[in-house]
């Protein structure tokens, strides 16, 4: 670990983990992360101006797919400001609201994602009600119960967090707050936070990627029903995109999880990269998969680029 300065337990002040034992090496780590980010945010930006600006991509598809860049914008920035030494300090307050946001924004793209699922299985499955069952009017009652349920359901145990006593170092793991990193600072009784923490984990991401396997098998069969080779591939070509998204989003998620519950003996180096690829991974792929996966937006991005040669 380096050498970080001695910090009074009794502080409402915590400190930022870069990257242990590289301190010197940050004038360089930070210019792969600053153009990642660069990247997340003109892809992301990119994928939401071909659907604001074109009329043939307003389609419910297109609005899950807007709802899940708007998302993916809100990626935690404070790794850039850890390399360039400008911000490794950060308060309790200013920490529990990170958390806040970042635990919720990843339970919104889940909810999105299982919306696009839906989207997928409804196209497939129910073609000709497809545009009777997704209406403009329930896609936006759709988007605002992800919201609610997102944000509303974690307030109980975040709120818990602006009381509990931190006894411990207050060295956190990554370089941004999460819930799970601020209960290891600790003193306190957290049985209820663990546990909340949990259940919420199995009712609503553990729900949500149950949810989408069932879709994928409804669809898979309903595929498979059609006498056509050529119309099946065509079918499941077009749940490639989303298939992938759903990949990039749960693997690291997955991997994040089991660094913290089992990878406690690996160095210092594994948690905070892991941390960084579960924030950083799929709001970076995501707007590339739809990009070159996705007809319509690939066409509209190719034509757009032609046009600014000319």
Not at 123 to 129: D, E
Not at 176 to 188: A, E, P, T, Y
Not at 198 to 221: E, M, Q, T, W
Not at 269 to 274: D, G, I, N, S
Request: include cysteine.
């Amino acid at each position: 670990m380096p050498a970080f300065p001695a910090y009074d337990t009794n502080s409402s002040t915590f400190l930022l983990a870069g990257f242990p034992g590289l301190e010197r090496e940050y004038p360089w780590i930070s210019i792969p992360f600053s153009c990642i980010y660069a990247m997340v945010l003109s892809g992301n930006c990119l994928v939401l101006h071909v659907i604001w600006t074109e009329p043939s991509l307003h389609e419910p598809m297109f609005y899950f797919l807007a709802m899940l860049a708007l998302t993916d914008l809100s990626t935690v920035h404070t790794v850039l400001g850890v390399l360039w030494g400008l911000s490794q300090e950060v308060s309790l307050d200013a920490c529990i609201a990170q958390t806040y946001f970042i635990h919720g924004l990843s339970l919104t793209e889940s909810g999105v994602l299982l919306a696009m699922a839906f989207d997928h299985f409804t196209a497939i499955c129910n073609p000709l009600r497809y545009t009777s069952i997704l209406t403009s009017a329930r896609i936006m009652k759709i988007g605002l119960g992800i919201l609610v349920r997102s944000f509303l359901f974690i307030i109980a145990p975040i709120i818990r967090l602006k009381f509990f006593r931190y006894c411990r170092s207050h060295i956190l793991s990554h370089s941004f707050c999460l819930h799970q990193d601020l209960l290891r600072l600790v003193c306190s009784d957290i049985h209820f936070n663990s546990f909340y923490a949990l259940a919420l984990v199995i009712c609503i991401l553990l729900f949500d990627s149950v949810l989408i396997i069932v879709s994928y098998i409804l669809i898979l069969y309903s595929v498979l029903a059609i006498a056509s080779r050529e119309e099946q591939l065509k079918s499941l070509q077009t749940c490639v995109s989303h298939i992938c998204a759903v990949l990039v989003f749960y693997i690291p998620i997955i991997g994040l999880t089991m660094v913290h519950r089992f990878g406690k003996h690996l160095s210092p180096v594994v948690h905070v990269l892991m941390g960084n690829i579960y924030i950083i991974f799929p709001p970076l792929m995501n707007p590339i998969i739809y990009s070159v996966k996705t007809q319509q937006i690939r066409g509209r991005i190719q034509k757009w680029f032609s046009m600014k040669r000319e």
